[in-house]
């Protein structure tokens, strides 16, 4: 007797895990182990959601046209070049599984998004791993982990789950040194946090070149991570591949009519942002206050280094969470001395402070 065999590299693959939404038997908690808004989506939003549920027999638009539309007027794009996918994450498994195979590398920072390694080994590709500097991205490093089969490089900008970013004028050296036949992946989930003035999300270099593409979604500033929804920029030759491997409906209704208000109601989003402009360096101070290790962050979220305190991460961990306060291990991006913690509303914020006072004892 025989089972069905499944291809080579798939079970090597360790699944991925997403942040905790339970502890135990405390009902009450305060996730922020996923990176999501504490504001919420956009009542505009939910109001068009709440109007298509009636409709939900229907299929949706298979090409997202009004949502391509909606997301080209905002950010001042060409519609055609816009591919909407079912989060972010699927079109970073479309990319993997239309231009890697077996024998071929896909690059990224060595504490880069889980998913660029799981996707490439679905689709039979090596995952190379790139040594950071400081907890950041080092273009040189990058660059020196290029070979003869490298065919994707993913670069998260900002970077989860430290936080770091690197500015425009490196995204283009980076660009500037790789082959042409080399995809660069820059994916920019973060991008509405930044207020940097060295950063962009990269539309100038998917501008100007053929092998450039940037992905975002909507499941963070824009609160909307339940619907799945993401898009990305492309060249034109990229979204033709993109329209022919995507399925036919891969986006739902409900996700097409959020979208199109959430990313109008910019004044919405200003509103996140702000509020996270407000915690960043509150908490990023209290940490320290501490003794705890705070990488900088542009995010909507910090990376606490519990390393030189006398106390474990997973220790941490286990206490905030007896106290309903979720935060996320990342043990499984390399950084077993860190939690990631989620910028939360103001009493969830201050719940954090007290509690890893107490723990700490400082």
């Known amino acids: 007797m025989t089972t069905p065999v499944p291809q080579p ?14 502890a135990g038997e405390n009902q009450n908690v305060a996730k922020l182990s996923s990176n999501e808004s504490p504001l ?16 939900a027999h229907r299929y949706p638009d298979g090409g997202s046209l009004l949502l391509t539309e909606a997301i080209a007027e905002v950010h001042k794009l060409d519609a055609t070049r816009i591919v909407c996918g079912n989060g972010s994450d699927e079109l970073i498994s479309l990319l993997n599984t239309a231009f890697v195979g077996p024998g071929d590398e896909v690059l990224f920072p060595e504490h880069g998004f889980l998913m660029y390694a799981i996707s490439a080994s679905v689709a039979g590709a090596t995952p190379v791993k790139a040594p950071e500097v400081d907890r950041t ?5 990058l660059l020196a982990a290029v070979t003869e089969r490298t065919k994707i490089v993913f670069l998260a900008n900002p970077n989860n789950p430290t936080g770091t970013y690197l500015p425009y004028s490196e995204i283009e050296r980076l660009r500037a040194e790789l082959r042409d036949d080399i995809l660069l992946v820059l994916d920019a989930a973060y991008a509405e946090y930044v207020t940097r003035d060295d950063y962009r999300a990269g539309v100038e270099l ?9 992905t975002r979604t909507f499941s963070k500033i824009y609160g909307l991570a339940a619907l799945r929804l993401g898009w990305a920029y492309c060249p034109p030759d990229i979204v033709d591949v993109l329209h022919r491997a995507r399925g036919p409906f891969n986006v739902n209704a409900l996700a097409q009519a959020g979208g199109i208000e959430a990313v109008r109601d910019q004044a919405h989003i200003e509103k996140a ?11 990023t101070q209290s940490f320290r206050g501490m003794g705890l290790g705070v990488t900088p962050s542009v995010g909507n979220f910090l990376l606490i280094d519990f390393d030189g305190s006398g106390k474990a991460a997973n220790e941490a961990e286990a206490y905030l969470a007896e106290k309903g306060l979720l935060l996320r291990a990342v043990a499984g991006y390399g950084l077993p001395t860190c939690l990631r913690m989620t910028i939360g509303q103001d009493d969830e914020n201050h719940a954090v402070i007290e509690a890893l006072r107490e723990f700490l004892g400082t």
């Not at 939003?45 to 409709?55: D, F, G, Q």
């Open 273 to 283: 942002r702000l509020h996270n402009d407000k915690w960043l360096p509150i908490l």
């Open 206 to 214: 998917v501008d100007s070149h053929d092998n450039v593409v940037m």
């Open 137 to 141: 991205t080092n273009v040189d490093n």
């Open 40 to 55: 919420g989506p956009s009542p505009k939003a939910v109001t068009a959601i709440e109007a298509v549920v009636a409709n």
């Open 9 to 22: 590299g798939i079970m090597t693959i360790s699944p991925y895990v997403g942040g905790k939404s339970k």
